[in-house]
């Protein structure tokens, strides 16, 4: 069934599943070869702050390795490059895309601070791309928003390039950036009270929606405290975002599951869906709206629902019920 082009929620069925997103130091092996074996929907390899400068070098040619040789099925596979301000990132790019593109899912752009760098990232990788004899256009961008100025610009940013697939919020890059009187990322600075994260990752959210892109938290640094990471992963969650990064194999699970709609919340929005196109159908009346038991369901309904199916269905989640045809 076509949809109406207003419509915003088969983005979410559209786009990878990126619940849990690990990251794993491009410098380190035996993190190289661990995080094969671990159920995160997303790995990166870093370049960026996990690995040292001085480890730089070596460390794209260990992601080429990995990229080609590891067992990666069923994981989204990024890396994550320099920054444009250093004097790192073409090489970066060039390197690992030249040695390892076609198993090289998407890059990830850290500090991105305008459109203009991300136009940059995705002009190097077309020229790569058409010089390798690769598919142009097929590995994607995630923008990294980790300082104010990248915030100020997170609309074009997120229109900058059709390769976009998510926009990331890099959270200890950003409260250094505004200066935040807080030490642990996720909690609230001492003497505030509010929720000190709410209007960026609001701002995150609604430019990565607007441009049918994925929002994505990041880290949370506690590695130990899980019960730490549930509440600033559900804080996400709960406002919309797609998923959050994990440092530790401990993290996985949780962001899995917070980001998963609830079985019974997945049940609920596909018997949604097959009443809606039942009572909007030749056969159930033509109707705008129905009632699913006690509840009223409409074309909102449809909508809200096709997200929680969406992420369901991503989250690799079966029906447990069907649908049947009301008596007339
Ligand atoms: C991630 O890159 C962060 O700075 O939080
Ligand atoms: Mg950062």
Known sequence: MSRPSTDTAPAVDRLRPRRSCL????????????????????????????CAPLAKPEARHTIVKFLN???????????????????????DVVTVVEGAGPNLDCVMLPKVQDAQQV????????????TMGFEVGRIGIEAQIENARGLNNVNAIAEASPRLETIVFGPADFMASINMKSLVVGEQPPGYDADAYHYILMRILMAARAND????????????????????????????????????????EAANEVFSPSQEDYDHAELILDAYDHC????????GSAMLGDEMIDEASRKMALVVAGKGRAAGLKRTSTFEIPEA
């Open 23 to 50: 990251a794993v130091p491009g410098s380190n092996p035996r993190f190289l070869e661990k995080a094969q074996g671990l159920p995160a929907d997303q790995v990166f390899l870093d370049l960026e702050d996990a």
């Open 69 to 91: 040789e590891g067992d990666w099925t069923g994981k989204t596979r990024v890396v994550r490059v320099n920054d444009w301000t250093t004097e790192w990132t073409y090489r």
């Open 119 to 130: 136009v940059a990232l995705d002009l190097l990788l077309t020229q790569i791309e058409k």
């Open 213 to 252: 892109l994925q929002a994505i938290d990041g880290p949370y640094l506690q590695i130990r405290n899980v019960d730490g990471f549930r509440t600033v992963a559900g804080r996400a969650a709960a406002l919309g975002f797609d998923g959050k990064w994990v440092l530790h194999p401990g993290q996985v």
């Open 280 to 287: 909007t159908s030749e056969a159930g009346g033509k109707k």
